[in-house]
């Protein structure tokens, strides 16, 4: 890096390391807490927890089966459930827009209405849901 502080004289530094920078990682995990309001969700992590638990022996202590083990476990559950969800809530708004089309096939005009506005309060929620996970 080159700085001229006037026009007669000039600061030239040079700076090296020996060691390597450190390579960035994928980054920080975040834990979808929402998903843990959800009765079918914490009944797989219940299940897990105890096939966790039976791991215990393994290990010499509770700390280094929590940080070794444990926390590694949690982790792939959460990415998992999280990486299901888009997949499902794909599929619901496919058979949301596959009954709206169904809807409006149909002649009876009554119903169709009802119908069209029932679906479209269910399909907007997740059309905004399916968006903020792709930012």
């Known amino acids: 890096m ?3 502080f006037t026009d007669q004289f000039a600061v030239a530094l040079r700076l090296a390391i020996d060691t390597p920078l450190p390579s960035r990682g994928r980054g920080y995990w975040r834990m979808l807490v929402s998903i843990l309001q959800e009765v079918n969700f914490l009944s797989v992590m219940q299940t897990q927890w105890k096939r966790w638990q039976q ?14 083990y444990v926390k590694r476990m949690v982790r792939q559950l959460f990415i998992q459930e999280g990486s299901s969800r888009p997949k499902d809530r794909q599929a619901l708004e496919n058979f949301y827009y596959e009954a709206i089309y ?3 096939q ?5 119903t169709t209405f009802i119908t069209l506005k029932r679906l479209k309060t269910k399909i907007v929620p997740l059309y905004h849901e399916t968006q903020h996970l792709f930012l």
Request: no cysteine; aromatic share 16%.
């Open 2 to 4: 080159t700085t001229a």
């Open 102 to 104: 169904k809807a409006l």
């Open 55 to 68: 791991h215990k022996r393994f290990y010499p202590n509770n700390v280094i089966w929590w940080g070794r």
């Open 106 to 110: 149909d002649n009876v005009e009554d």
